[in-house]
């Protein structure tokens, strides 16, 4: 892009799509697929789009995969999603990854696609296993449900803990918590209830609006958590200031103890591939300790999964991007 500005181009929005879109635009000369694929050749970073055409519809994924794609298809239907979710609701079973720097085409003669493996060097985003990916997501032959409650026994085998229940930070800590609950014995519980009609709260901007969110979006229950050792599973910290205000609420509803199990490594870089998390400086485990964390949020006791750990859960370790654990991008950046 900033390449295009000092060539003097003005962009009208702040989206990726109108920097891609202009460059297939400009090398557009009847052939999409080679327009396409000249685009991809300047853009890096993550991007899984669709394109719409009067007679077809393409679909195309970053030379690192590092965002899902998926095609599914039966006799009649043609679907490119970011995930097989939407595609079983139409009762679609035959589906796919769109693989990286893959091409496909869907028009009135059927699916073709275009591959060039020379460029390939697959780099999927490990965070949407962790958070990011509904749990009936199948990606990369991996599905999010089992990867979490997978890495909820990985955590209790890592970091066990007496307790009287495991408690989910809902929705996406629930597999882990049952996985965890699982394998110590400790019986699960939801100590903590969700609205259903309040969307996710580490995006928020503003950090009293994320703190009111979590409010409104989660509430403990005295009932269940009066009097008892509580084991609170979370799939990651950011900022830490909503997890200190998320205890403080579990101890002001009864529990004795609250000891909190995340099941990710500490998150100490930001994301530059689509996931909003903030700068570094405003990164928690950036800047402290476990055991500074643990003290600043009042927990009585804090554990991560560690980064080993985490990458078991894979089919092949060195396909993904971890960049947000360890800093390692797989993308070298050249903002000036």
């Not at 000369?29 to 719409?52: F, H, N, P, Q, T």
């Not at 009097?227 to 009864?254: N, W």
Request: aromatic residues 8%; proline residues 4%; charged residues 30%.
């Amino acid at each position: 892009k900033k390449k295009e500005e000092d060539a003097g181009m003005a962009f009208h929005t702040y989206t990726d799509s109108e920097l891609i879109l202009l460059l297939i635009t400009r090398y557009f000369e009847g052939d999409i697929v080679k327009a396409i694929r000249r685009a991809m050749e300047d853009l890096r970073g993550a991007y899984s789009c669709v394109l719409c055409m009067p007679d077809k519809i393409v679909g195309f994924r970053d030379y690192n995969g590092i965002r899902p794609l998926m095609i599914g298809f039966d006799r009649e239907t043609t679907i490119i999603a970011s995930e097989n979710c939407s595609i079983e609701i139409l009762n679609i079973d035959d589906y796919r990854d769109i693989e990286a720097g893959e091409i496909v085409v869907c028009d009135k003669d059927g699916i073709k696609s275009y591959k060039d493996d020379r460029k390939v060097d697959c780099k999927h985003c490990i965070f949407e296993y962790i958070y990011t990916a509904r749990p009936d997501a199948n990606i990369e032959g991996t599905n999010a449900y089992m990867f979490r409650r997978r890495s909820g026994e990985l955590l209790y085998d890592q970091a066990p803990v007496e307790a009287d229940l495991v408690c989910p930070v809902p929705d996406s800590g629930t597999p882990s918590a049952i996985g965890y609950a699982q394998r110590s014995g400790i019986p699960f519980a939801a100590g903590l209830v969700r609205n259903r009609y309040m969307g996710r709260t580490f995006i928020k901007s503003d950090q009293k609006e994320r703190e009111l969110s979590v409010r409104l979006k989660l509430n403990p229950q005295k009932s269940v958590l009066n009097g008892k050792r509580i084991v609170l599973v979370d799939d990651s910290i950011v900022r830490g200031t909503t997890s200190a205000k998320l205890i403080e609420r579990v101890r002001k509803a009864g529990a004795k103890e609250v000891h909190l199990r995340v099941t990710s490594p500490p998150v100490t870089n930001p994301c530059y591939y689509g996931v909003d998390t903030p700068d570094k400086s405003k990164l928690i485990a950036a800047n402290l300790s476990i055991e500074e964390i643990n003290k600043k949020i009042g927990a009585d006791s804090l554990e991560f999964l560690s980064i080993d750990n985490l990458m078991k859960l894979t089919n092949n370790p060195d396909d993904y991007c971890n960049a947000c654990f360890t800093g390692d991008y797989p993308i070298r950046r050249e903002v000036k």
